[in-house]
């Protein structure tokens, strides 16, 4: 499953941005979906994910209160909604779907990933 992320942009310190992700053509509702993200020179971290019925959501601590993933599987799309932004969030945001933990090389589908700048 080819997933596409789309979504980001340059935003000021305590602003809002809404992720997006879909897989034209294919179905990953049947898939948990997660963010992560990585910034220059570091690892790709873990955001957010959620089971694939919506019952359940995990988020790393440095977006809990701030970021909220939610899915539509009859539109087949998820998102990842990010308040109060701060500059340590910049980074290229990727969805991935298929994983149950917060580990990257545990998904086998991902998106292409889009740019968040946050400036200060």
């Known amino acids: 499953v080819q997933l596409q992320a789309y979504g980001g942009g340059l935003v000021q310190a305590g602003g809002s941005l809404r992720l997006s992700c879909t897989a034209p053509?294919?179905?990953?509702?049947?898939?948990?979906v997660a963010w992560f993200r990585q910034a220059p020179g570091k690892e790709r971290e873990f955001v957010a994910s959620m089971t694939w019925s919506a019952i359940s959501t995990y988020y790393d601590d440095s977006v809990k209160g701030r970021f909220t993933i939610s899915r539509n599987n009859a539109k087949n799309t998820a998102s990842l909604q990010m308040n109060g932004l701060k500059p340590e969030d910049t980074a290229v945001y990727f969805c991935?779907?298929?994983?149950?933990?917060?580990?990257?090389?545990?998904?086998?589908?991902w998106g292409q990933g889009t740019q968040v700048t946050v400036s200060s």
């Open positions: 053509g294919r179905t990953f509702s049947n898939y948990p």
């Open positions: 991935a779907a298929g994983g149950i933990t917060s580990k990257p090389n545990d998904y086998p589908y």
